[in-house]
């Protein structure tokens, strides 16, 4: 286990600490946080956006980004799934690495880790999980986050990062440990998002979107059918704010994020304001 600056400045340089270069090929899934396409240019490499391994072909792939569950879909992989991308990576010598920031909110479905026995089978080797604690324990300002898995890999990061100033400082690591140490606050915090889940799906629901996967997560992945701009647009004229889908992957140019992370009298007001119409 290695603490890290939250789980976003590990991802934007992760392919880059793991020694992917120019000529290598990473595979991301077909939509998903901006984040790991810009890890992969930031190292130079090219970026095969696919939710298959078969349909990648004989490339030679260097690392492939798991998400589950995700961000934007809320789309969980099922153990079998996950065991599928671990076994075809080791037969290409190919790292496996699960943003796994959403693991303990599910609420359809019920996410496994990739270092889960029933994926792994108690073999870590080119495996890595990232986590944060910005969802599961509100600590988004904290910046903390960590990665575990492979113990060679985690070794090559510790011995990157520390030269590199890419050090958790020790209070935050403090107040990691009390959060990690204690579940009262993510049961209290779940219960706060499944009742706002509730409230914005049938509000949704009833303005006519279609919400398609969201059985985990911190968002609800929204579609009317339309061009996800004209969406955005008409959720702001009723002040509504959501991210439209293009930013995620061009496969995902219909539907919006929702996120269930206002307050709840922000979240009553958007389901009234749904209800006025749309």
């Known amino acids: 286990m290695l603490p890290t600056i939250g789980s976003k400045e590990l991802v934007a340089w992760l392919p880059t600490l793991l020694g992917v270069r120019p000529g290598d090929k990473v595979v991301i899934p077909q939509v998903c946080y901006p984040t790991y396409e810009v890890g992969v240019r930031l190292a ?41 991308v671990v076994a075809w990576a080791r037969e290409r010598g190919a790292i496996v690495v699960s943003d796994e920031c959403y693991l303990s909110l599910g609420w359809e479905a019920e996410p496994v880790s990739v270092l889960a026995d029933e994926v792994t089978g108690g073999d870590y080797t080119g495996v890595l999980a990232v986590h944060s604690l910005s969802k599961r324990s509100n600590l988004a300002g904290y910046r903390a986050g960590f990665v ?7 070794g090559e990061l510790l011995a990157v990062r520390k030269h590199a100033g890419m050090i958790v400082p020790a209070p935050v690591q403090a107040a990691m440990v009390a959060a990690l140490e204690d579940e009262e606050h993510v049961t209290q915090q779940r219960a706060r998002y499944a009742a706002r889940r509730e409230i ?24 009317r059918g339309e061009d ?51």
């Open 148 to 154: 575990g898995g492979d113990p060679a890999l985690v």
């Open 228 to 278: 996800c701009w004209q969406t955005v647009d008409r959720l702001a004229e009723r002040g509504i704010l959501a991210a439209p889908g293009a930013f995620y992957g061009p496969a995902a140019a219909q539907h919006v994020r929702i996120a269930m992370t206002a307050t709840d009298e922000r979240v009553a007001a958007a389901a009234d304001r749904l209800a006025e119409g749309f």
């Open 200 to 223: 914005l799906r049938a509000a949704l629901v009833k303005a006519g979107f279609e919400i398609s996967h969201s059985e985990a997560g911190l968002y609800l992945w929204a579609t």
């Open 44 to 84: 130079g490499a090219e970026v095969i956006r696919s939710d298959s391994l078969t349909a990648v072909g004989p490339e030679r792939v260097k690392l492939i980004w798991i998400n589950s569950p995700s961000n934007p879909t809320g789309r969980v992989l099922p153990a079998e799934h996950l065991r599928k």
